[in-house]
């Protein structure tokens, strides 16, 4: 038997907003989840940032954040991710900073540097229509810290500002991302890394291997500390998680071509007649997704344990019934990893 120790499993929460439900109801499933998550063990509880998607009702993190929190006592909670780009970085540091001053040690802050939404939705978060660069990321990274730290580079022009709540409230900063880019900066700045292997599953082991060679110790980590995203489906049997994994399927071929909507039924997906570039778009993603029974879904985690090493894998499941939901964390959740 190995000494290492367990690899830690999260949970991964977009708040689906299912055919014949509404948002106030995702909401309430999330809330649910949560409390569940955390009696099952899981290490942390994350929501990510999507904006103008009818099928997804968070978009507000740090609102969720502190609803989520509020309802339990133990598992952390945080974003998977902050849009860096959508928030000045003074709004973000006050937002977890009364985050983490309400609930100390337990508030998570994953930044990504994606605007989570089409360019004409970013566009109106931002309140302008500048295209975004490589440079942004770094320097909204040195303000951000700055709030939380009070250390500014000399002569910088925000030295005279404190972020209250804020400043001396730091939560846990991870950078997420899906290519090498910000696997250099987290590495470089010596930070977590999480990489969304369920989206961009052809990428994980180089990013992953870039962000460790690349990584320097610094007063967050004294060693690389990656954790994969990935998909997961898991039912009693491989046949009914494949049933179940159907509007996924259909999901995410609606988004790539323009029209995304509610969250569809097993039903709604079986009777669909995929095209031929449906088919080549949802067998790309598919690579980064585990559908089955528990002894399908081990296979599969350790696997991806294995090749890349990861410290925690974050879950995210995509069905439509809350109750299977539901069924397929508490399963996963006894795995032995």
């Not at 367990?6 to 999330?30: F, I, M, Q, R």
């Not at 063990?41 to 099928?55: L, S, T």
């Not at 029974?293 to 990861?310: F, H």
């Amino acid at each position: 038997m190995s000494d290492a120790p367990a690899t830690k499993l999260s949970v991964l929460d977009l708040a689906p907003v299912v055919e014949g439900s509404d948002p106030a109801a995702a909401l309430a499933n999330s809330t649910e989840l949560v409390r569940a998550a955390e009696g099952w063990g899981y290490h942390r509880h994350w929501v990510a940032e999507h904006h103008n998607m009818v099928g997804i009702a968070s978009s507000s993190p740090a609102v969720i954040i502190a609803h989520l929190a509020a309802n339990t006592e133990r598992i952390r909670v945080g974003s998977g991710g902050v849009m860096l780009p959508n928030h000045q970085p003074l709004v973000v540091a006050e937002q977890f900073g009364t985050l983490e001053s309400l609930h100390p040690g337990r508030i998570d802050l994953g930044i990504g540097r994606a605007p989570g939404t089409d360019q004409i939705t970013a566009a109106a978060l931002r309140r302008g229509v500048d295209p975004l660069s490589d440079e942004d990321l770094p320097r909204q990274l040195t303000e951000l810290l700055g709030f939380f730290t009070g250390e500014w580079p000399s002569g910088h022009p925000y030295h005279s500002i404190t972020a209250v709540p804020g400043e001396g409230a730091m939560p846990e900063i991870w950078l997420l991302g899906s290519s090498g880019y910000t696997a250099q900066v987290a590495g470089l700045l010596g930070m977590p890394y999480s990489f969304a292997h369920h989206f961009s599953a052809g990428n994980t082991e180089a990013a992953v291997q870039l962000y460790r060679s690349r990584f320097e110790p610094s007063a967050y980590l004294d060693e690389p500390k990656v954790m994969i995203g990935v998909g997961v489906i898991c039912a009693e049997t491989d046949e009914e998680a494949r049933w179940l994994a159907g509007p996924s399927r259909l999901a995410f071929a609606r988004l790539r071509s323009g029209r995304p909507g509610r969250f569809p039924t097993p039903e709604e997906a079986a009777a669909h007649d995929f095209t031929p570039d449906e088919e080549a778009v949802v067998s790309s993603v598919a690579k980064g997704h585990i559908f089955g029974s528990p002894v399908t879904v081990r296979a599969g985690l350790i696997d991806l344990i294995e090749r890349t090493g990861a410290d925690e894998l974050i879950i995210s499941t995509m069905v439509h019934d809350q109750n299977d939901r539901l069924a397929s964390y508490e399963l996963v959740s006894r795995i032995d990893l």
